[in-house]
């Protein structure tokens, strides 16, 4: 039995395990009392915290049960957020306020004034300040030139406490293109920023200090990221000096799979891709104890078209795969499993009331009842953006609503961080006045409405949310058994099995629009009769910044002409010994361009020829 095939039977197990409890919890006294017990020591000890009218609410909600059996049911089936299988939440807190004074409005003697509540004993004054947690909020850029991007990128981070950044890259870049190749000079700076060498990478980051705890840095790209994530690292050395590489965070995508599946940017054959990859995973376990170095993406599989569930069960089998393909090169389940992350769409379907929650659960299973991983291996880290799909030209400023609930959406399954998409994005790279709007979209749930940051669970586990649940995992589950049937993830992606798939549920989704079967309000539901497009400010790279990169690029290639060659040879070299080519690479993006690189990897391993 292949591991995914595992994976099938631990969820399958650990679902009557599930069952066996709560019948035990009802059958033997003893054990329906452990448990009580429990459950009202978990609830004596919760905090009680104050929203800024005064009302008291509990720090954690749980159901009002007091019947053993379904007590059983909720600690082993859900758990409590933090808890195995963590089906509430990765952690025990997420988007909450620190507990603090916060003035009620009681009324002192009849007087109509705000009395502040004493402070309780052990909890600081009111005017001590407070540690904030890290904002969830992820703020998405790429645009023109690395010093473009840098300007949005300090725009977007003017009032955050932490830096969270994620960057978006161009065509060429995607593509591992020097931006002086034949037939690019128009690409160059669309759709996302050009980077070719180490020097745009400094640019692209300065003014951050990429060491610091409260930075993190997330790069869109799969086909060439060994060589981003290179020089990346080679430009914090060069801000920072060697000892900052231990101390970076953030991820880089380096998702081969959904690349093939759904995205179709990958530059190598998917057999030295997934090599590569491994040799930066390798390396960056071992020597970034804080990066994570692949971001397991469902996003591109959802905005490719396929469905909720699809996109679920696409991402975790991938997951799957790529830690089975791990352990095989001998790293331990323990060192990788914890800097696995994953990212996911979240659209307007049902399916999305829970589809992360179940996700975490079934990753969890897995990963511990599979693969032996520990608790922090357990956990599946997820960061959110709002669809991209969702987005229509018509009414455009009804995106702003669409992304508004897909937030809601992505914020009531525990999200680790999110995205929130700009409602200009169906026509241009986003603007700074959209882009505002929809960050502070995140700013007014998380901060201003009092949805999240008083009370966990605060809206978890109604019926409709668990039917939600059960349907999505048995459905999930029936997608792993045909993949397994077919031999396991790599032998469903040489069959074409999620391309197909994913091409499928497009068609029926773009039909369903066509024949009214599923709404777009503005579209094909309440349009307002006029077809004309509205005027909206398009985001295009200058043609004179288009040849300052390519200026720089020259200059940059002749000041380092001999030393590239000898780079070049030696990365070679290693890759045909079947070494790992990480650290070589590190010495290469030094002075070699990415298009060089990539270039002289092709002359060894060849190109990825595209599936039809």
């Not at 128009?186 to 610091?212: C, N, P, W």
């Not at 953006?385 to 508004?404: C, D, P, V």
């Not at 897909?406 to 009531?412: G, N, P, S, T």
């Not at 901060?447 to 109604?462: A, D, P, V, W, Y």
């Amino acid at each position: 039995m292949s591991k995914l095939g595992q994976v099938i039977e631990s969820v399958e197990k650990y679902n009557k395990f599930v069952l066996d409890q709560v019948k035990r919890a009802r059958a033997d006294e003893q054990f329906g009392r452990e448990l009580l017990g429990r459950w009202n020591d978990i609830k004596a000890k919760i905090p009680v915290t104050r929203t800024p009218t005064g009302l008291p609410l509990p720090r954690l909600a749980l159901p009002e049960i007091d019947e053993p059996g379904e007590i059983a049911r909720y600690l082993f089936s859900e758990g409590l957020p933090g808890e195995f299988p963590f089906l509430n939440g990765a952690y025990r807190e997420m988007y909450l306020e620190p507990v603090r004074e916060i003035e009620s409005f009681e009324k002192d003697g009849g007087s109509g004034r705000a009395q502040p509540e004493p402070a309780r004993r052990g909890e600081g004054a009111p005017d001590k300040k407070i540690p904030q947690a890290e904002e969830p909020t992820r703020l998405f850029s790429g645009l023109m030139l690395a010093e473009d991007t840098n300007e949005r990128f300090h725009y977007l981070t003017q009032h955050q406490r932490t830096h969270r950044l994620s960057t978006a890259f161009d065509g060429p870049t995607l593509y591992g293109i020097d931006s002086d190749a034949d037939g690019v000079s128009g690409k160059i700076g669309e759709g996302g920023v050009a980077i070719d060498t180490v020097e745009d990478m400094v640019r692209l980051y300065d003014g951050f200090e990429l060491g610091s705890p409260n930075f993190s840095a997330s790069m869109t790209i799969s086909g060439p990221a060994p060589i981003i994530m290179a020089m990346y690292i080679a430009a914090a050395k060069r801000r920072f000096g060697p000892k900052v590489v231990p101390k970076l965070r953030g991820t880089i995508q380096a998702d081969i799979f959904k690349e093939v599946q759904a995205q179709n940017e990958t530059i190598f054959p998917i057999e030295a891709s997934l090599r590569f990859l491994t040799d930066m995973v390798e390396f960056t376990t071992r020597e970034m104890p804080r990066w994570y170095p692949i971001s397991i993406s469902g996003y591109h599989i959802g905005e490719a078209g396929s469905t909720p569930v699809q996109q679920a069960a696409y991402t975790l089998s991938n997951g799957f795969a790529y830690a089975e393909m791990f352990a095989a090169r001998g790293i331990p389940i323990d060192q990788f499993g914890p800097r696995l992350s994953f990212f996911l769409d979240c659209a307007l379907d049902a399916e999305y009331i829970a589809l992360a929650r179940v996700s975490r659960r079934i990753w969890a299973i897995g990963m511990r009842d599979a693969f032996g991983s520990g608790p922090r291996g357990q956990l599946f880290k997820l960061h959110t953006q709002t669809s991209g799909r969702s987005l229509i030209e018509a009414e455009f400023k009804n995106n702003l609503t669409r992304t508004a609930a897909e937030l809601m959406l992505a914020y009531i399954n525990a999200t680790n961080s999110s995205h929130s998409n700009s409602a200009d994005e169906p026509f241009t790279t986003p603007s700074e006045e959209w882009i505002r709007l929809a960050a502070h979209g995140q700013a007014i749930l998380l901060e201003e409405s009092g949805i999240f940051k008083h009370t966990m669970n605060m809206l978890s586990g109604s019926p409709g949310m668990k039917a939600v649940e059960r349907a999505v995992e048995a459905a999930i589950l029936d997608e792993f058994r045909e993949i397994e049937r077919l031999g396991g993830v790599l032998a469903a992606v040489e069959d074409r099995y999620q391309r197909s798939q994913i091409q499928n549920a497009a068609h029926r989704y773009e039909q369903q629009i066509y024949e009214g079967i599923r709404p777009i309000i503005g579209l094909n539901r309440y349009r307002n009769g006029s077809d004309d497009i509205p005027e909206v400010k398009l985001v295009r790279t200058p043609r004179k910044k288009q040849q300052l990169q390519v200026d720089r690029l020259a200059k940059f290639k002749k000041k380092n002409a001999e030393k590239a060659k000898r780079a070049l040879d030696k990365l070679a070299d290693v890759v045909e010994r079947g070494e790992n080519c990480f650290p070589m690479l590190l010495d290469a993006v030094e002075v070699c361009s990415l298009g060089q690189i990539t270039g002289r990897l092709q002359e060894v391993v060849g190109r990825f020829r595209p599936m039809v």
